[in-house]
T-cell receptor
Framework: SQQGEEDPQALSIQEGENATMNCSYK?????LQWYRQNSGRGLVHLIL?????REKHSGRLRVTLDTSKKSSSLLITASRAADTASYFC????????????FGTGTLLAVQP | DAGITQSPRHKVTETGTPVTLRCHQT?????MYWYRQDPGHGLRLIHY???????DKGEVSDGYSVSRSKTEDFLLTLESATSSQTSVYFC?????????????FGEGSRLTVL
């Protein structure tokens, strides 16, 4: 299976703290994406980082990519209770079908 | 938000019965996908489509078939449902310009096979 792994599986922090989630994958990629899923809902795209990029920012989100280690991290700064959700990385391994392979996810709980 | 509608949203059925889940999109996206989500496994790709009548298998395709006769509709069929197919099923679409871009997801279909 090409499925990626996320670490930690679960994370509990206080409001205002930073949250860091990690994703490891297995073979070379075109890009890596992060998604968020609120309980009982569909996934929502957060950010995409291409294989030739090392860092990307979007609001309170910071994503890094280390292709030599086949890993990525998602940092959420100054977390809020509303950030409570599951977070997934997804990798594009290339090819004509544009399919994404998802990791197993990190469940983030932000305590008010 | 991309207009992706899944139906039914909830279904309870018995082992051995056929089940069809429907995904309808209003965005004219080229690519469509069916994933299943199970605890501990995240999302796993079942089947996908890269155009009308063009489909292929994903990681966990056994026991599932798909059809795409129109751009806007992607059907997932369980010919004879089993308890191991109890899951939440998500449809997703992608515009498909160049390398893989953002996926847009439906709200999911929760299937229980008794």
């Amino acid at each position: 299976s090409q499925q990626g792994e996320e670490d930690p599986q679960a994370l509990s922090i206080q409001e205002g703290e930073n949250a860091t989630m990690n994703c490891s994958y297995k073979t070379s990629i075109n890009n890596l994406q992060w998604y968020r899923q609120n309980s009982g809902r569909g996934l929502v795209h957060l950010i995409l980082i291409r294989s030739n990029e090392r860092e990307k920012h979007s609001g309170r989100l910071r994503v890094t990519l280390d292709t030599s280690k086949k890993s990525s991290s998602l940092l959420i700064t100054a977390s809020r209770a509303a950030d409570t959700a599951s977070y997934f990385c997804a990798t594009d391994y290339g090819g004509a079908t544009n399919k994404l392979i998802f990791g197993t996810g990190t469940l983030l709980a932000v305590q008010p | 938000d991309a207009g992706i509608t899944q139906s039914p949203r909830h279904k309870v059925t018995e082992t051995g019965t056929p089940v069809t889940l429907r995904c309808h999109q209003t965005e004219n996206h080229r690519y469509m996908y069916w994933y299943r989500q199970d605890p501990g496994h995240g999302l796993r790709l079942i089947h996908y489509s890269y155009g009308v009548k063009d489909t292929d298998k994903g990681e966990v395709s056994d026991g599932y078939s798909v059809s795409r006769s129109k751009t806007e509709d992607f059907l997932l069929t369980l010919e004879s449902a089993t308890s191991s197919q109890t899951s939440v099923y998500f449809c997703a679409t992608q515009a498909g310009t160049g390398s893989a871009g953002e996926l847009f997801f439906g709200e999911g279909s929760r299937l229980t096979v008794l």
